[in-house]
T-cell receptor, first 112, second 115 residues
Framework: DGGITQSPKYLFRKEGQNVTLSCEQN?????MYWYRQDPGQGLRLIYY???????QKGDIAEGYSVSREKKESFPLTVTSAQKNPTAFYLC???????????FGSGTRLTVV | KQEVTQIPAALSVPEGENLVLNCSFT??????LQWFRQDPGKGLTSLLL?????REQTSGRLNASLDKSSGRSTLYIAASQPGDSATYLC??????????????FGAGTQVVVTP
């Protein structure tokens, strides 16, 4: 079945560490997105990519980095510069402007 | 800037009652509107997608309407069941160039259906 796979499901980060969240899709979608979800704040866009080797900052890109070397993959790195990284991270993809978004099952990141 | 509002923030109904969830948006320049369901600790599951040219979409017990001119969408869930308990989110896809890809979400309506 086609879909989006996010891994790991749970991730723990020590202070000062960089961590990378994986997002893979087999839907042949051109565009991919990363959202952050915090209680009471809804979903906020971190980064998005319309095509391979291109990506744009969203509303809260500071402290995060991404790459898009393959159409299927859009990993997100949470750097030590992100001061409050504890949140639920969601990856999504879409194809064309008339189609909806498909979301992955999310990664919960906790700072320990 | 597009703003999406969902009312009510929380809703509790007895099993069998119909659910009515509201979503309003401030800018009618949208490609489409999408309703999602989110269970605790899980990702978003797409329920219905309504194109800007459409008035409604139906899937089983779910029906969503769209009135683009007034900036409103309503999700109806008929004969609610305890399994319908979840948070329901609406999101609009703007057409403006500087908002490309920036799906705008409401804060959600948390629904509890009691047996």
């Amino acid at each position: 079945d086609g879909g989006i796979t996010q891994s790991p499901k749970y991730l723990f980060r020590k202070e000062g560490q960089n961590v990378t969240l994986s997002c893979e899709q087999n839907l042949n979608h051109d565009a991919m997105y990363w959202y952050r979800q915090d209680p009471g704040q809804g979903l906020r866009l971190i980064y998005y990519s319309q095509i391979v080797n291109d990506f744009q900052k969203g509303d809260i890109a500071e402290g995060y980095s991404v790459s898009r070397e393959k159409k299927e993959s859009f990993p997100l790195t949470v750097t030590s510069a992100q001061k409050n990284p504890t949140a639920f991270y969601l990856c999504a993809s879409s194809h064309g402007t008339g189609n909806g978004y498909t979301f992955g099952s999310g990664t919960r990141l906790t700072v320990v | 800037k597009q703003e999406v509002t969902q009312i009510p923030a929380a809703l509790s109904v007895p099993e069998g009652e119909n659910l009515v969830l509201n979503c309003s948006f401030t800018d009618s320049a949208i490609y489409n509107l999408q309703w999602f369901r989110q269970d605790p600790g899980k990702g978003l599951t797409s329920l219905l997608l309504i194109q800007s040219s459409q008035r409604e979409q139906t899937s089983g017990r779910l029906n969503a309407s769209l009135d683009k001119s007034s900036g409103r969408s309503t999700l109806y869930i008929a004969a609610s069941q305890p399994g319908d308990s979840a948070t329901y989110l609406c999101a609009v896809r703007p057409t403006t160039t500087d908002s490309w890809g920036k799906l705008q979400f409401g804060a959600g309506t948390q629904v509890v259906v009691t047996p």
